[in-house]
């Protein structure tokens, strides 16, 4: 009697925990879950036949490696409080290698039951690769340590992730967050991360915030989509120097979260100063899309691509559509360091935005954003070959709004995507960089962006 009386509490007490810890049996695939919690110390390795409930905030440090196995699909534990959300930190010097595949993917995802943008925070790799503040702290997370980036390593290795997707983060950033400081943690997080580490296949899908963080470092990357976020699909702050290609930013809706939503947002600091490294993305064969039509009444969708607070950036190969209140953006400290070719450059694009007038903008800060005539003359010239596009159509992509499904990205025939693109100089020319012939993250085949076990737009 006894013994039943202890098994019938043993049982009460595990499945409380689950409820409390959000996790279904219909979640698990019949695999067994095991939990991640608290500090990971020494090399781990993750078991494939595993799926893992990450429970809070989880640091990997003292220069411990984590390995995550293909297949393996870690679930977020729910938490309310914005401080509290779990998030995956590996702090400097410590690695995380996600050896997924295009079949087999890594996936964190939340752990409850009606899975919402916001259920968790982010994964953050933090490294070693240099700043223009020195060493700061990962916004939004306790400032320690452990959260610490920033030193003097430009080839700092934080690791190696291939084949990875994270969905419905965002949780630690508030509504309407300060446009003048660095947004919290949310999405992938990549703080002072150096050339060192390996980033290719990451999609990031319903984040409540924006799905890509470059917080300074150098780190390169190829293959990255961000699917419906909540703000930027791709943020770069404090110095960050690096290349990507291949690159997706897809929206079928606004959002109520951010204030204004940008596919590509870059900016120096809040200040802004003159600290070097100055913030330098360099990208080519990117494609970023907003949401179907033009907006009967105004969203927080605001530019394709913003180029902002003393930011430098050279962009090529590009194209951008369907943004509703511009598709490039400059302010006031950026507009002549483009107009006088300083160190910044926009190439060879193709660019449309809902309102024709508005291709290419200009925000002149407290007067609003007007069109700029000026602008649009210097980036068409026969030096920077950029395209204003007309309508959506002109693009000629094959199923750029693909209702139901996955979108199709793919230039069809007679489409301006599958040619012009540019890859001469220094910036382009060196070996990190694809010559492929077309415009866009996708050229005659969709293989990469395609509906699959990784790349999954449901």
Not at 54 to 67: D, E, M, P, R
Request: proline letters at 4%; charged letters at 15%; glycine letters at 10%.
């Amino acid at each position: 009697m006894k013994k039943i009386i202890l098994l019938t509490l043993f049982v009460s007490v595990y499945l409380i925990s689950c409820k409390q810890d959000n996790i279904s049996p219909g979640k698990i695939s019949g695999k067994k879950t095991d939990t991640l919690q608290g500090a990971i110390t020494t090399n781990t390795t993750l078991d494939a036949g595993k799926n893992y409930f990450l429970k809070g905030q989880v640091f990997v440090k003292n220069n411990a490696v984590l390995t995550i196995p293909a297949g393996v699909t870690v679930y977020a534990q729910v938490n309310a409080a914005a401080a509290n959300k779990s998030a995956l930190v590996i702090s400097r010097g410590a690695k995380l290698n996600v050896n997924g595949t295009a079949a087999m993917p890594v996936v964190f995802t939340s752990a409850a039951t009606t899975k919402l943008p916001g259920d968790w925070g982010a994964i953050v790799l933090i490294g070693n690769a240099p700043t223009n503040v020195g060493t700061g702290y990962v916004a939004g997370l306790p400032a320690n340590p452990d959260t610490q980036y920033g030193g003097t390593n430009s080839a700092d290795n934080s690791g190696s992730i291939t084949y990875l997707r994270l969905e419905y983060t965002g949780g630690i950033n508030p509504p309407a967050e300060d446009e003048w400081a660095v947004d919290k943690a949310s999405g992938l997080v990549l703080a002072s991360v150096g050339s060192g580490t390996r980033i290719d296949n990451v999609m990031v899908k319903y984040s409540n915030d924006d799905s890509f963080q470059f917080v300074g470092g150098t780190v390169n990357a190829t293959h990255l989509i961000s699917y419906n976020c909540g703000d930027d699909d791709f943020d770069f702050d404090h110095g960050y120097e690096g290349n990507l290609q291949f690159l997706i930013g897809y929206r079928t809706k606004a959002s109520s979260h951010a204030l204004r939503a940008n596919g590509f947002e870059s900016y120096n600091d809040s200040v802004p100063t003159t600290n070097v490294p100055l913030t330098r993305p360099v990208v080519s064969n990117m494609t970023i899309i907003g949401p179907e039509g033009i907006d009967a009444v105004k969203t927080n969708i605001n530019q394709g691509v913003y180029m902002r607070k003393g930011t430098r950036l050279a962009i090529r190969n590009t194209v951008i559509a369907e943004y509703s209140e511009g598709g490039f953006m400059v302010c006031p400290r950026t507009r002549p360091v483009i107009l006088t070719n300083n160190d910044a450059e926009f190439r060879s694009n193709l660019v449309h935005a809902d309102t024709l007038a508005r291709t290419f903008c200009w925000d002149q800060d407290s007067k609003g954003v007007f069109a700029d005539p000026e602008l649009t003359l210097f980036l068409t010239n026969t030096v920077n070959k950029d395209s204003v596009i007309a309508t959506t159509a002109d693009l000629k992509l094959k199923a750029m709004y693909n209702h139901g499904a996955a979108p199709d990205l793919t230039p069809t025939t007679g489409s301006p995507a599958l040619h012009g693109t540019d890859f001469t100089g220094v910036d382009f020319s060196n070996s990190f960089f694809t010559q492929v012939s077309y415009r866009g993250a996708v050229g005659t085949t969709n293989y990469w962006a395609a509906q699959s076990n990784w790349a999954d737009w449901r």
